[in-house]
Structures are given as structure tokens and as C-alpha cells.
């Protein structure tokens, strides 16, 4: 990962090989920014210039905001990670939350998953020097406090990058659980690992239905961070199918591709863990992971099939292909044993979400509506767009069965997202409904082209939300 190193000096006493400026709101007033070069070029502050004869690289932002600084940050290091160059130099701009977002920026802007091609790119750049200009007014250990968050973000965004990232050959349950172990062993957690007679002893019949065809043995994951100080218990589940073909109610060829990425949630949680645990934060968080594929078979579960979940009640199956939802019921239910303050899932649950939102928003469901805003307004302090989609009395009755107690799709195409949301809500227990909520993740989890901080694939969707959210609820309660 990318070096960055703080400095006491000022820009100009800062050696590097290149220089970094940004130019805000166009104003190339700057005393760094040499106007005659910048004019002679054509350059008045939008987007990237590079000034070759004086090794600067300047880049436009509009506003003094911290998401787009995020973002050029970003968009500086991909410009210039395939230059000659081993290091660079930059100043301070704005406070402790805004050079943390640079910070992120340019971790994550070095990002690549290059490890199956045979000619791998390894960047000369590996270092950034941070020149504090205002130090009297900036002093270093905000800075610092701010570069050690940037840091753990990113390597955990970089862990749940990665996972996701690995094909499905390779990324079965067992290389989830083996995930969940090597986080585990690194910052001392307490990880259980659920096998196929641990689901039968729990009555997880919606979990094992979905894996039957596989060839590959389902896994429960479940890590425990447990500080000696608590001040609430936060308990993470996240959709762990490591491949989507659809089931007997099989996925057109096009819609298989991607569907890697259907391991979103449960790698999200168990990088929004490792995160926390790094912080040592003062919460009880568990990490529960159901971890499967869903596949096609003989011994494949059917459409007309009724199942038997955890938490007592019957599912009418009538798609195959709404499976997620059916190893995450089971899982709440296991993870209410808890007795959670919290309760948050996280799915790449619907294409209708990604309809309703677009690609690059996540959509947050729940009963509680002050929770939802809370989590909505922190997920945004983070950098990540989400938001909130409303349950409604009327799209519970497309999910009523004849047969079951529930039926695993609507009868309406329509409300998808919010429908498989209530769904997910018939096996939480009254006591629990205003603690919980549902995270649709399914726009930004994977993207096949770049943007905004992401490359192209994975984003680590969720984690920088959630680590924020529960950064707050531990510092007011």
C-alpha cells in the first residue's frame, strides 16, 4: 500500500520527485501555481494538468468539499502511478476530516486487482509526503489521527476489494472461512465457523436448501470482537453467496457475470470488523456471515418448494433466484440470539434497487425511521451514498403465500427492493424491529468501470458507512 508520511516543513523545503496541487473553485492564485505556465497550456483549473518542466501536477476541484477532494485525490494518484516518479509532495488543505478524505483518496486511487493476469503493473510511486505548511495552525497529531483512520480504512476496503474481486473458482465458503480465520488470528477475535451439521442442529433449513446443489459445503461464519470496556453490542450479517447462477430458475448468461460480487455483504462485515478491531473501539461487534452457493442440480431446490427457517415460520419458494434472502433469514434469526442494540444486515439483495437508486446508492430499510436517517446521514459523512427507502403496509401483502407463511418473491414486479426488504422483516422478532436494519448494497458493490474513489469491480460497499455509524453510536450511545 501507498506510503504517506507527515512533514514539519513547508511545501517548498519538502523534497519530492513531483508536487501535488489542487485548484480550487479555478482560483490559480495560489503562490505555488506558476499562472504563465498554466495560461500558456490553456489550463484554468479544470480537471488534470501536468506541468512536465516543473514536476507539477495540478488538479481542479470545484468546491471545498471533502467528498470531492476525496475523489481528486484519487484521480490524482491513478494519473500519475504509471509515471517514473517514487514519490510526491503535498500540502495541507482544510481540517482533520478533510485530509482524511485525501488521505483515502490516494490510498485507494493506487488500487488494482491485478493478481490473475501474467504481466502484473507494480507502480513506481510508493510514497507521499504530507507538508505541513500551517503547522502551527495544523499541528500533527490531528493529522496523524486522521492518517491512522485513512489507513485502517483502506486496508480493510482493500481486504473486502480483494474477496470480492477472487473468482468463484477460488472464492468458495471455505476460502470465506478461511478469510474470517486470518482476521481473526490478526487481531485477536474469536471466530466459530459453522459446518453443515452445526446448520441441521440450528434447524437452518433455508440456508442448506440454497446450498444443496453445490458441490462446495456451506459455512456459518461468526467473529467476535469483545473490548474489556462495552459500551453497546452491534451484530453485522451479511449475505456471503460466493456464486449466484440463479438456481433451477437459472439467471440469463449475462446476468451470471458479476455474480462474484453476491459475496458483498459478508465480505463488507467482516472488513468492517477487522476495521474496528484495529481501532479498538469500545463496542461488542459480531460478524455472521452465510456463506454458500446457490447452483443448479439434481438434488437443486425447486420453485413449489416450502421450507422450514430458523425462526419457525415456512417459506413458499416460487424463485430460485431470490436465494439471498432465504440464507439471510436464517442467519437473523441466529444472529437475534445475540440479543443485539443493533442489528444491521448487508446484501447485494435486488436489481430493483439499483433501478430505484441507480448504481452508485445504497438503500437503507428498517422499521425504525430515526435509525434509518442516523445511519443515512453517517454513511454519507463517510463518502458512501445511500438512502432511505420506505416499507409500506400495501407491498406486504404481495409476499402473503397460500401455502407458507411468506412467499419468497412478490406477486408484482414492482417495489421489488423495499418487498424483498419486508421480507427479511418476517423473521425479525417484535423486539428487535426498531433495532434493525436492512442495507441493499447491490448498485455500488460492483461496478464494472471506475468511479469516484473505486476502481473498476469491487468498491468495499458498506464498510465505510457502517465503520462510521458505529464509531458514533459508541461515542454518544
Request: with cysteine.
Amino acid at each position: 500500500m501507498l506510503k504517506i508520511s507527515l512533514k514539519k516543513t513547508n511545501l517548498a523545503q519538502t523534497k519530492a520527485d513531483l508536487t501535488i496541487v489542487f485548484v480550487v473553485n479555478k482560483n490559480l492564485k495560489h503562490f505555488w501555481i506558476q499562472p504563465e505556465v498554466l495560461k500558456e497550456f490553456g489550463y484554468e483549473g479544470e480537471g488534470i494538468f501536468f506541468d512536465q518542466q516543473n514536476k507539477i501536477v495540478y488538479a481542479g476541484v470545484n468546491l471545498l468539499n471533502v467528498d470531492i477532494f476525496r475523489e481528486s485525490a484519487a484521480q490524482v494518484i491513478r494519473y500519475i502511478k504509471k509515471m517514473p516518479f517514487k514519490n510526491a509532495k503535498i500540502g495541507v488543505y482544510g481540517d482533520e476530516e478533510m485530509m482524511q478524505g485525501i488521505f483515502l483518496g490516494m490510498l485507494l486511487g493506487l488500487y488494482e486487482f491485478n493478481q490473475y493476469k501474467s504481466k502484473k503493473f507494480s507502480p513506481i510511486l510508493k510514497e507521499i509526503f504530507i507538508a505541513n505548511e500551517s503547522f502551527d495552525k495544523t499541528p500533527v497529531k490531528p493529522l496523524q489521527k486522521a492518517l491512522d483512520k485513512a489507513l485502517i480504512l483502506a486496508q480493510s476496503i482493500v481486504l473486502a476489494r480483494d474477496a470480492i474481486n477472487t473468482p468463484p473458482e477460488y472464492a468458495t465458503p471455505l476460502f470465506m472461512a478461511d478469510l474470517a480465520q486470518k482476521i481473526a488470528d490478526e487481531n485477536d477475535l474469536k471466530c466459530f465457523i459453522g459446518d453443515e451439521k452445526f446448520l441441521k442442529k440450528e434447524k437452518m433449513q433455508a440456508f442448506l436448501a440454497v446450498n444443496r446443489a453445490s458441490v462446495h459445503p456451506p459455512r456459518l461464519i461468526h467473529l467476535t470482537y469483545k473490548p474489556k470496556k462495552s459500551k453497546v453490542k452491534i451484530v453485522l450479517v451479511g449475505k456471503g453467496l460466493t456464486y449466484d447462477s440463479g438456481g433451477l430458475s437459472l439467471k440469463p448468461a449475462d446476468y451470471m457475470v458479476t455474480m462474484k460480487a453476491d459475496k458483498s455483504g459478508g465480505c463488507a462485515v467482516l472488513a468492517i470488523i477487522n476495521a474496528l478491531a484495529k481501532m479498538g473501539i469500545e463496542a461488542e461487534v459480531h460478524s455472521i456471515v452465510g456463506a454458500t452457493e446457490n447452483m443448479i442440480g439434481g438434488n437443486a431446490y425447486k420453485p413449489d418448494d416450502v421450507l422450514f427457517a430458523r425462526e419457525g415460520k415456512t417459506i413458499e419458494v416460487r424463485n430460485t433466484d431470490a436465494e439471498g434472502r432465504l440464507v439471510l433469514a436464517d442467519c437473523l434469526s441466529y444472529a437475534q440470539d445475540l440479543k443485539p442494540d443493533y442489528l444491521i444486515d448487508f446484501a447485494t439483495l435486488t436489481g430493483a434497487c439499483v433501478l430505484g437508486l441507480g448504481e452508485y446508492t445504497s438503500g437503507i430499510m428498517g422499521h425504525n425511521e430515526d435509525l434509518k436517517s442516523r445511519f443515512e446521514k453517517l454513511a454519507l459523512k463517510s463518502g458512501e451514498l445511500m438512502a432511505k427507502l420506505p416499507f409500506n403496509r400495501h407491498l406486504a401483502k404481495l409476499i402473503e403465500s397460500k401455502i407458507a407463511d411468506v412467499c419468497n418473491v412478490a406477486s408484482s414486479r414492482y417495489g421489488g427492493a423495499i418487498t424483498a426488504g419486508m421480507f427479511l422483516s418476517e423473521f425479525i422478532r417484535p423486539e428487535y424491529k426498531d433495532k434493525w436494519l436492512h442495507i441493499d448494497i447491490a448498485g455500488p458493490a460492483f461496478v464494472e468501470r471506475e468511479w469516484d474513489i473505486n476502481a473498476a469491480g469491487a468498491s468495499g460497499a458498506g464498510v465505510r458507512a457502517c465503520v462510521e455509524f458505529i464509531l458514533d453510536v459508541t461515542k454518544r450511545g
